[in-house]
């Protein structure tokens, strides 16, 4: 596997200048002292409730998501060049969904394959020139940034349909502000609490057109969704209804809740349950989570939901290939952010030299997400590998490869002390009457040795994320 | 308010007021089983309080014989006894939890961390005085569920609801209370028990936090007819009858709807029976019985709230 770059310290193994001020700092901390803090971080998690549910456990179980109290930094200038890149890259995918439910330019122009939009199950017919508010249709995404062997950041996904993992940046900082409060007297760090504000003045940005004071309402699955506890903390924050599909209905063609002086109106849903559920009229008729004629009055532009239904269509691994040629489409901008190299296993070229390669090789599945149904080429073992290829002959459209990289370390304390542990960043973009991005966004670190897999039900753990303000 | 959302303010503060009342009635059960008597008697006034809390039967067909030991586990520990107080507490925090945005942060925190603590504490045999330590705990963290309730909850509709749960639940649990109690401290009725038994009206008044209200508004000696009206009628107690139905009343009164003209008309008569109730005819007309009407109308105003506010089919 390639050298990973360190955010820490630089390849002499100098500490980079942004870091000193906190490699001062941990010197002069007892190990008693970090060992104390890091219980304490413990318990104001576990108090606040701050748990995610893992789907196969016990029903009800209710886990900690492992907390790192080194944080990852950030340079105001990387943040620049992130923060511009980001917004480029939404904007376009923005235009794409916007373009794939119009006129479908794109596919016309012969830039990206007709089959991989209309052929694809998250492409929902149900959209086609429907006018939705601002032609957003993405208004919250969560896009996943890497940083290669040389620093460079690659984008190596994009979550366009119900992003989840904001609430630990909010939470992540608040209880590294109550533990080292001197940390932050010493170090310029960009604000994020204001988060919660600019996503209701966002989702309000929305509203149906006419509608001056919009009701916002938070649509959950309910307690036993696995990030519930984020719907509720949202919901909170931004001082809207979370409500449940059976706190919903239509009438008329328009959304109402249910409430304690009888029906109210809702002009703007912000969903976090997928477009399968959301109505069973027109989607999974034994789905109890949504609500019946949702679509219906949907499209008749009596509300609004955000994210839009059918954004899948542009976050699918199958798609992603295609969204610097999107930007270079409807931008006339080259990407400020590169992709990871991606072979499109449905080439014949391109699966050729996968199977070629396949120890060597990430391969991940189109449709799958949370690093389920994935192949890491050099720490599979032969059968894991035969077993791949034999899926992958079976079913090449359904896969996708990439060269291993080498994700970005951070030290991270773990038994042994402090070690390298691989890392991500997830910044939240959000788009209504422009693009908003509060600062940094959510670190995951992988805790095990060596593991390159940051997601939360496969033992992942957070940091807090700083944006340097100079 | 979403009518789900006011239906777990609600059940979230009733389950709170019921744990703190179980122990209550358990702590009165202890100290008076601490007074010399016959066997029979204390368990005669275990049965008569699974009986009032309508758990007899449950624990009959689980643990068998009534003993005051099982009776105290039963009712405090059991997990698998949706009645006991660690089963109140739970679903207190499910409710809670359900809710948790409408919550504030303090009261949540509050009520996550009661439960933790619950878990995480040892039970095993518990001696006396560490079932009355427990007992104790679980009036504390009620005292503080409903402190944090007073001072950071904004007065609006879930602030109502909440309340409404703390009063209905406070104003059956304490006719229930009274109703077993006298039935043991008095079985021919209050104007026949002439040997006054001192210990036994003091544990009662302790249980409801009366004792020095008692001394207070009295300063007399303790007489079973004075202890009903103190637990009854009086306006200024904070856990009697009369302040319970006070409370209900102005609550409702404040989340009124198109439709809960009548829950509010049966809550207002309630309020004035008791406002304009006289203790000497009460006792008259039967002590026993006005306190069963007390709870059918208690269960009435209940039903009638949960359909005219909280139920998720108006539409």
């Known amino acids: 596997m390639p050298a990973a770059f360190d955010e820490m310290r630089d390849g002499d193994g100098r500490v980079r200048s942004h870091y000193r001020g906190f490699e001062r700092w941990l010197d002069g901390m007892p190990a008693a002292r970090i060992a104390e803090k890091r219980t304490e971080a413990d318990l104001l998690f576990r108090r606040v409730g701050i748990t995610f549910a893992v789907y196969g456990e016990e029903a009800g179980a209710e886990r900690l998501i492992p907390f790192d109290i080194v944080p990852r930094i950030i340079t105001a200038a990387e943040w620049r060049l992130l923060f511009q890149g980001l917004r480029q890259r939404v904007t376009a995918l923005n235009a794409f969904i916007a373009d794939i439910y119009h006129d479908q330019e794109i596919l016309k122009a012969g830039r990206v394959p007709p089959e991989q939009v209309l052929c694809n199950v998250q492409y929902r017919p149900e959209m086609q020139g429907i006018e939705v508010p601002g032609d957003i249709y993405a208004h919250i995404a969560g896009i996943d940034v890497i940083r290669a062997g040389e620093g460079e950041f690659m984008v190596l996904e994009d979550n366009l349909r119900v992003p989840s993992g904001v609430s630990y940046m909010l939470e992540d900082r608040k209880v590294m502000m109550r533990l080292f409060p001197e940390l932050f007297a010493s170090y310029a760090v960009e604000p994020v609490e204001h988060y919660p504000d600019i996503l209701l003045d966002n989702l309000r940005s929305v509203a149906p057109p006419g509608v001056s004071q919009p009701t916002v309402a938070l649509l959950t699955a309910g307690a036993a969704n696995s990030a519930y506890f984020e719907h509720a903390f949202l919901a909170q924050q931004m001082g809207i209804e979370l409500v449940e599909g059976q706190d919903l209905f239509v009438r008329d063609g328009y959304v109402y809740m249910r409430t304690t002086q009888g029906p109210r109106r809702v002009h703007v849903i912000y969903r976090r349950i997928d477009d399968d559920f959301l109505d069973p009229l027109a989607f999974r008729p034994d789905s109890m989570l949504g609500v019946p004629g949702l679509l219906a009055a949907y499209r008749a532009g009596n509300v609004t939901i955000a994210n839009a239904i059918g954004t899948g269509v542009a976050d699918d691994k199958s798609i992603y290939p295609y969204v610097p040629d999107m930007i270079r489409f409807y931008l006339g901008e080259e990407p400020l952010i590169a992709n990871v190299p991606t072979w499109i296993l449905r080439r014949e070229e391109d699966r050729a030299y996968a199977l070629a390669h396949l120890e060597e090789l990430v391969v991940k599945e189109v449709h799958g997400a949370g690093g389920y149904g994935m192949l890491i080429g050099p720490a599979a073992t032969r059968e894991e590998i035969e077993r791949f290829r034999g899926l992958i002959e079976a079913h090449p459209d359904r896969y996708i490869a990439q060269p291993t990289l080498a994700l970005s370390t951070c030290p991270t304390f773990v038994d042994a002390g402090l070690a390298p542990r691989h890392i991500d960043l997830r910044p939240f973009v959000l788009s209504g009457r422009d693009v908003r991005i509060v600062p940094g966004g959510l670190t995951r670190v992988a805790l095990r040795e060596g593991s390159l897999i940051v997601n939360s039900s496969q033992g992942g753990g957070t940091k807090d994320t700083w944006v340097l303000e100079t | ?315």
């Open chain 2, 1 to 315: 308010m979403l009518s789900r959302t006011a239906d777990h303010l609600y059940w979230m503060s009733r389950y709170i007021e019921r744990a703190e009342n179980l122990a209550r009635m358990l702590q009165v059960n202890v100290r008076t089983s601490l007074l010399p008597r016959a066997a029979d008697e204390v368990d005669r006034s275990w049965a008569g309080t699974l009986a009032i809390i309508g758990q007899l039967e449950a624990y009959r067909e689980r643990c068998g014989p009534v003993s005051p030991d099982r009776v105290v586990k039963f009712l405090a520990f059991e997990a698998d006894n949706p009645g006991s107080i660690v089963s109140n507490l739970r679903l207190a925090r499910e409710n809670a939890r359900a809710v948790r945005g409408t919550l504030t942060s303090e009261l949540w925190e509050t009520l996550n961390s009661t439960w933790l603590d619950l878990t995480g504490r040892p039970r095993g045999d518990l001696t006396t005085d560490g079932l009355i330590d427990f007992l104790e705990w679980v009036k504390l963290r009620s005292h503080l569920a409903r402190g944090v309730t007073l001072g950071t909850m904004l007065r609006d509709e879930g602030f109502d609801f909440t309340r409404i749960g703390t009063f209905l639940e406070r104003a059956d649990n304490t006719a229930r209370i009274l109703d077993v109690q006298f039935r043991v401290l008095a079985p021919d009725g209050i104007r026949a028990s002439t040997a006054v038994d001192y210990y036994r009206y003091t544990a009662l008044l302790f249980s409801v936090s009366a004792f020095e209200i008692y001394r207070k508004v009295y300063r007399d000696r303790i007489t079973p007819e004075r202890v009903a009206e103190l637990l009854l009628l009086r306006a200024d107690t904070p856990r009697s009858l009369h302040r319970c139905v006070a409370e209900i009343d102005q609550h409702l009164q404040s989340v009124a709807n198109a439709q809960s003209g009548e829950t509010l008309r049966r809550a207002g008569e309630l309020h004035a029976l008791l406002r304009y109730g006289r203790i000497d005819l009460i006792v008259e007309e039967g002590f026993h019985e006005f306190l069963a009407d007390f709870l059918d109308r208690v269960a009435d105003l209940g039903r009638r709230i949960a359909r005219d506010f909280l139920a998720s089919t108006v539409s």
